[in-house]
C-alpha cells in the first residue's frame, strides 16, 4: 500500500482493496493485542493524520504552513485558496470500513478545527471573509464527529497536537487560546452525554521518531488544555522527561468527570516497553490522578504519514501489547477492572 | 531558523491572530444568539400556561415563572434561594398528608419524576389547588445534576369538568331511555345500557356500525332526513317513528336527536334519546277503542230508549182519542210493558257501574241452583214463546248447590236466556242444562242462533261490545248483558265461557260455579220459593208527596184504586205540617223537594208524636247503597228506586200497615 500511494494518487479509488485490506489486517492484529477499544491504524490518512479531509481539494493549493520536525523535515498545510470550504472526505466513512471487520469497540481520531483554521490565509479571500470560513469549518467538523458517534465510534478522538505547537510559536499563550476557544466552539454544539464520548489528544509531535515541539513546557499548555469542554484528554506522557512533573499538573488542573488517558508508551521510542515498566508508568499516574478517572494510551500513532516506516508493524502491535498487559498488572495492584 | 522561517512563523502569528479576532466574534456573535434564545426561553417558560420552577443542585428555588408565582403567591424576589418545600408546599389529596416534593425525588434517583396527580398545592395565602406535577433533572456538561425543574398545572377546572362529565355520564348510563350518539356519516359511537335494554344490542357490538342496522325497512328515509337536519343544526325533537331491535322486533320509539358539535363549534355527530312508546301507542289505541265503543253505545243507548217511548207514545196517543175500551186495555199493555222494559235498562246500567266500582255486595246463602233455573225460564219463556222457540231443559239429578246471591244468579241465567232467545231465528232451539262436574256447577245454554265469528269471540264479554251491530241484524240490547254475566259469575267465583264454531253454527256459554261445601249445606237454609203471596189490603190513610204533579197524581190514583185514602203535596214544608195534621198511615215523600227536602221532612215527621206509627217510604230516583243509607239515617223505614212497581208497593204497605195496626218492623233496606 506505502508503494501504491508512493507511486500514485493516495485517492485512487482502485487502491481501496489495499486501505480495506490493510484496515482488516490491523485490526485483526489490534484485536490480537487484547486491547479492549482499537482503531483501524489510520490507514486512509495516506499524507498524515492532519491533511486527510482535505487532500484533493481543488480550491486549496499544496504551500499551506509548515510544521517544522526535530529530524529536520517538515510537513505542510495546505493553503485555502476559495470558498466554500467543504471536507473532501470525513473520517466516519474509514470508520464503516472499520466496524465491518472489528470485534471490538473502535476508536475514531479526527483532525481538530483549530488545526485545519490555518488553511485560511493571512490576506483574505475575495468574497470568502474569514467568519464565513470559520462557519463552515466548525460545521464540517461537527458533521463529520456526529457522523461518527451516530454510525458506532465508541469515541472520538480529536487530534489537537498543535496545541502544543502554539505555545511554540506563540508563546505569550494568545495563539493556544484562540485554538481552544475555537474548538469549545465546535465543542459546545454536542450534549452533555455526546461530549463524554469526546476527547482531545495532544502531544509533541510523533513523525520520524521525532517531535515538533518537545521542548515546550507542558505546563505552557496543559492549564489551558483542560479549558476544552470535552469529557476526555489523551495526554502523551511515556516520552516526557519528567513525567511526575506533567502528573502534578494534571493533578492540577483536571476537573471533575473529566477522564485522563494517559500515554504509557512512546511510538517514536524504538524499545519494546515490558509490561512492568508500563505497570509502573500506571501506578505512578495514579498517585496523581483518581482511578475512576485515570486511563490509558499509547502516546501518539505509530506511523502518523506514509512515508514514515521508521517503527515497524511488529513493534507497533508489541508496544501496544505491553500497555495492555501493563495496564491490566496495574489494575491487578489497584484492585479494578 | 531561516529567515524564511522566521517569516512564516510571523505570518503564522497573524493568521492565528486574525483567526482569533473572528473566533472571538462568531463566538460573541453565538454568545449574543444565545442571550437572545435563553430570554426567549425566559419569556417563553413566563408566559406558558403551567408553572415552571428551577432549583439548583440543593434544591434552593432559582427560578420561578408568572404562572407558579401566582399558584404558589411566591414573588421571584421572595422565593429565590428557599428550599423548594417552603415555596412548593404540597400535600397528599386523598390522605392529607405531606407530601415529598418532586425535585427531592429527582435529586435522590436522577431521574424524571411525574407526573403526579393526586396532589394539592397549598400557596403562601393558603388557598389549596388540586395539582399536576412533574419534575426532571438539568444536567451541567458532566453530566451532573445541577438543578431541578418542576412543571405543575393547576387542575380545579379539570377536576370540575370531569365530575361533571362524570356525572353526565352517570346520568346517561342509568337513563331508562336509549341514548346513542353517532357521527355525521352515521356511524354509532357511543350507546348506553337504555339502548342495550331497548334494542338488545351492547355497546361492543354495535359501537362502530352504521346507524342503519336498527332501521326498519319502511323507515330507511328516515337517516338521511334526520341527518340533513343535524348537519344544518336543527334539532329533531319527539319524532315518532319506529326501530328494529337485535331480535328483529320493531318498536314505537320517539326520537329527540340534537347536533353535536366540536370545540370550535362546529358540528361533527348527533345524540340521539330514543324512547320506547310501545306502551303508550297500545294504550292510545285502547283508549281510541273504548272511546270508539262508547260512542257506539251511547248511539244504542238512544236507540234502546227511543223505542219504548216510541211505543208509550203512541199508546198515549191511543188512548187519547179512542173511546173503545179494546183500544185502552191495548194501550195500558203496551205502557206498562215498555215502563219495565225502560226500568230494566236502567237496572243493567246501575247494575255495571256498582260491579265496576266494587260497589256491589252479594247477599250470599246456599242456593239450589236448579230453582234460579226455573225462576229464569219463567221470566224469559214469554221471550220464547214470542219467537216460538223450542226450549229443553236438563238437570242433572244430584246437582250440588251453591254458595251465591240467588237474585244475582237468576239474573245472570235470564241475560244468556235473552241473549239465546234474541239472537236466534225463530223458531230456534234453545238446550239448558244443569249439571255438576268435579267440585263444581255448570249451567250451559246453547243456541242454534247466528253465532259468532272466531274474531268476535274473545271480546264478547268486553262492555258495550254486541256481536253484530249491523242494522238489519240488531236485535236491541246496550251490549252489557255479557258483561254482568261474566262480572257477577267472578264475584262468585266462577267462570263463564262463550264458544261458537261460527257464524250461522250458533253460540254456547257455560257458567262454572263453585259448589258448596257439605258443611255449608247441612247448615243453610234454602228458601224454596222466593216470591211471597200477596197478604189481604186494608184501606189506609196515604200522603203522597213530589215535586212532579204528574209523577204524585199517578201514583196516587193508583193507590185509590186499591181503596186507600190519598193527599197529595208538592213542596216539604207543607208536607211536614201535613203530616202532623193527618197523621197518616204511609207517606211516600220524595227526596229532591224544594223548601225542604226529603230527609229533612223525615225527620220533622218523625218528631211528631201523632207520627210515631206512621210508615214512612223513601220514594227516590237514586237507589244506590249510599242513598238507602242516608234515608234509613233520616228515618225513613224503606227507600223504593222510581218508578215503583205498585204491586210490589201495595204488598209492602199490606205487610206493614194493612193486616194489622201500624207498628214498627225495623227497615229491609
Not at chain 1, 515546550?216 to 502523551?236: K, Q, T
Not at chain 2, 395565602?125 to 458532566?142: F, M, Q, V
Not at chain 2, 189490603?537 to 184504586?561: C, H, Q, S, Y
Request: glycine share 8%.
Amino acid at each position: 500500500l506505502i508503494e501504491a500511494i508512493a507511486s500514485g494518487h493516495g485517492a485512487d479509488p482502485r487502491l481501496d482493496p489495499l486501505y480495506e485490506r490493510a484496515a482488516r489486517e490491523t485490526i485483526t492484529a489490534f484485536e490480537a493485542t487484547g486491547s479492549p477499544v482499537i482503531s483501524d491504524g489510520e490507514q486512509r490518512k495516506y499524507h498524515n493524520f492532519w491533511t486527510y479531509a482535505v487532500e484533493g481539494l481543488s480550491t486549496a493549493a499544496p504551500d499551506g504552513f509548515k510544521i517544522p520536525f526535530s529530524a529536520g523535515h517538515v510537513r505542510r498545510m495546505l493553503r485555502l485558496l476559495a470558498g466554500p470550504f467543504r471536507y473532501m472526505r470525513r473520517a466516519d466513512g474509514f470508520l464503516e470500513t472499520a466496524l465491518r471487520y472489528a470485534h471490538l469497540p473502535v476508536k475514531r481520531a479526527v483532525i481538530s478545527p483549530s488545526a485545519m483554521s490555518l488553511m485560511y490565509p493571512a490576506e483574505a479571500i475575495p468574497g470568502y471573509p474569514r467568519e464565513q470560513f470559520i462557519d463552515d469549518l466548525l460545521r464540517e467538523h461537527e458533521t463529520e464527529v456526529r457522523d461518527c458517534l451516530r454510525k458506532g465510534a465508541h469515541a472520538v478522538q480529536i487530534d489537537f497536537t498543535e496545541g502544543r505547537l502554539a505555545v511554540k510559536i506563540d508563546p505569550t499563550g494568545g495563539l493556544l487560546h484562540s485554538f481552544i476557544d475555537l474548538n469549545n466552539l465546535a465543542l459546545r454544539s454536542f450534549s452533555p452525554e455526546e461530549r463524554r464520548r469526546i476527547g482531545v489528544h495532544t502531544c509533541p509531535g510523533s513523525d520520524r521518531d521525532s517531535t515538533h515541539s518537545g521542548d515546550v513546557d507542558y505546563a505552557e499548555l496543559l492549564p489551558s488544555l483542560f479549558e476544552l469542554e470535552a469529557g476526555n484528554f489523551y495526554i502523551a506522557l511515556a516520552g516526557e522527561r519528567d513525567p511526575v512533573r506533567v502528573l502534578k499538573i494534571i493533578r492540577e488542573h483536571l476537573k471533575p468527570g473529566r477522564r485522563v488517558f494517559v500515554g504509557v508508551v512512546s511510538p517514536i521510542e524504538p524499545r519494546v516497553d515490558t509490561p512492568e515498566e508500563v505497570r509502573d508508568r500506571v501506578l505512578e499516574a495514579a498517585e496523581f490522578i483518581p482511578v475512576e478517572q485515570l486511563g490509558t494510551t499509547d502516546d501518539c500513532g505509530f506511523s502518523p504519514a506514509c512515508d514514515d516506516r521508521s517503527t515497524t508493524r511488529e513493534t507497533a502491535f508489541a508496544k501496544i501489547r505491553a500497555r495492555v498487559q501493563g495496564t491490566a498488572l496495574a489494575s491487578q495492584v489497584l484492585g479494578v477492572r | 531558523m531561516t529567515a524564511s522561517d522566521e517569516r512564516e512563523e510571523e505570518l503564522l502569528r497573524s493568521v492565528a491572530l486574525q483567526n482569533a479576532s473572528t473566533i472571538q466574534l462568531v463566538r460573541r456573535r453565538d454568545e449574543k444568539a444565545l442571550l437572545e434564545q435563553t430570554e426567549l426561553l425566559r419569556t417563553t417558560l413566563a408566559s406558558i400556561g403551567d408553572g415552571v420552577i428551577s432549583t439548583d443542585a440543593q434544591g434552593r428555588v432559582v427560578f420561578l415563572n408568572r404562572v407558579a408565582q401566582q399558584l404558589c403567591a411566591w414573588t421571584q424576589a421572595d422565593a429565590a434561594g428557599r428550599p423548594l418545600a417552603e415555596v412548593f408546599r404540597i400535600i397528599n389529596e386523598p390522605t392529607s398528608a405531606k407530601a415529598e416534593t418532586p425535585v427531592d425525588r429527582v435529586l435522590r434517583e436522577g431521574s424524571v419524576v411525574g407526573p403526579s396527580n393526586q396532589t394539592l398545592l397549598i400557596a403562601r395565602d393558603g388557598t389549596e389547588r388540586p395539582i399536576d406535577d412533574s419534575a426532571a433533572p438539568i444536567r451541567g456538561l458532566s453530566g451532573e445534576i445541577e438543578g431541578v425543574v418542576v412543571v405543575f398545572r393547576d387542575v380545579t377546572d379539570r377536576r370540575r369538568a370531569d365530575l361533571d362529565r362524570s356525572r353526565l355520564a352517570a346520568i346517561v348510563e342509568s337513563s331508562e331511555d336509549a341514548i346513542v350518539s353517532k357521527t355525521l356519516d352515521g356511524i354509532i359511537t357511543s350507546w348506553n345500557q337504555g339502548a342495550e335494554r331497548i334494542l338488545g344490542y351492547r355497546a361492543e357490538e354495535i359501537v362502530g356500525r352504521h346507524i342503519s342496522i336498527l332501521m326498519p325497512p319502511d323507515r330507511a328515509e328516515d337517516l338521511e332526513r334526520i341527518l340533513s337536519k343535524i348537519r344544518r343544526g336543527e334539532r329533531v325533537e319527539h319524532y315518532e317513528t319506529s326501530r328494529r331491535c337485535k331480535d328483529g322486533t320493531v318498536l314505537d320509539v320517539s326520537l329527540t336527536v340534537s347536533p353535536i358539535r366540536n370545540a370550535a363549534g362546529e358540528i361533527i355527530g348527533a345524540s340521539k334519546i330514543a324512547r320506547d312508546i310501545t306502551a303508550r301507542k297500545r294504550a292510545e289505541e285502547a283508549l281510541l277503542e273504548a272511546d270508539r265503543r262508547k260512542d257506539e253505545f251511547l248511539a244504542m243507548l238512544a236507540h234502546e230508549l227511543r223505542n219504548p217511548l216510541a211505543a208509550v207514545s203512541h199508546a198515549v196517543q191511543v188512548a187519547q182519542r179512542s173511546e173503545a175500551e179494546e183500544d185502552r186495555t191495548w194501550a195500558r199493555g203496551v205502557i206498562e210493558d215498555q215502563a219495565t222494559r225502560l226500568s230494566r235498562i236502567i237496572d243493567d246500567l246501575l247494575d255495571v257501574s256498582r260491579i265496576s266500582q266494587g260497589k256491589i255486595q252479594l247477599r250470599k246463602q246456599l242456593t239450589d241452583i236448579t230453582l234460579m233455573v226455573n225462576h229464569a225460564v219463567e221470566t224469559v219463556r214469554p221471550l220464547i214463546e214470542t219467537r216460538r222457540h223450542r226450549l229443553t231443559i236438563a238437570v242433572v239429578p244430584g246437582t250440588p248447590r251453591v254458595e251465591g246471591d240467588p237474585t244475582r244468579l237468576e239474573q245472570v241465567l235470564v241475560n244468556l236466556l235473552t241473549n239465546a232467545a234474541k239472537y236466534t231465528e225463530s223458531g230456534g232451539r234453545i238446550d239448558l242444562e244443569c249439571r255438576p262436574d268435579g267440585d263444581h256447577v255448570v249451567v250451559s245454554v246453547r243456541d242454534s242462533g247466528v253465532g259468532i265469528a272466531p274474531e268476535q269471540l274473545p271480546r264478547m264479554f268486553d262492555l258495550f261490545v254486541q256481536a253484530d251491530r249491523s242494522l238489519e241484524r240488531s236485535e236491541g240490547g246496550l251490549g252489557i248483558g255479557l258483561t254482568l254475566v261474566r262480572r257477577l259469575v267472578e264475584l262468585h267465583g266462577g267462570s263463564v265461557r262463550a264458544h261458537s264454531d261460527g257464524l250461522g253454527k250458533g253460540t254456547e256459554f257455560t257458567v262454572r260455579l263453585p259448589a258448596a261445601g257439605p258443611e255449608a249445606a247441612r247448615g243453610a237454609t234454602v228458601p224454596s220459593e222466593l216470591r211471597r203471596e200477596r197478604p189481604s189490603l186494608a184501606p189506609r190513610r196515604i200522603l203522597v208527596v213530589d215535586d212532579n204533579e204528574a209523577t204524585a197524581r199517578g201514583l196516587a190514583r193508583l193507590l185509590k184504586l186499591a181503596s186507600h185514602t190519598v193527599d197529595i203535596l208538592h213542596e216539604g214544608r207543607a208536607a211536614a205540617e201535613a203530616a202532623r195534621r193527618l197523621a197518616p198511615d204511609v207517606v211516600l215523600l220524595d227526596i229532591g223537594l224544594p223548601g225542604m227536602d226529603g230527609y229533612q221532612v223525615a225527620r220533622a215527621i218523625r218528631q211528631e208524636e201523632a207520627c210515631a206509627a206512621t210508615l214512612l217510604i223513601a220514594v227516590s230516583g237514586y237507589g244506590q247503597d249510599e242513598d238507602k243509607r242516608r234515608s234509613r239515617e233520616a228515618g225513613f223505614d224503606e227507600h223504593l228506586v222510581k218508578p215503583v212497581d205498585v204491586d210490589a208497593l201495595l204488598e209492602l204497605i199490606a205487610q206493614r200497615v194493612g193486616t194489622s195496626p201500624p207498628s214498627r218492623r225495623g227497615t229491609t233496606g
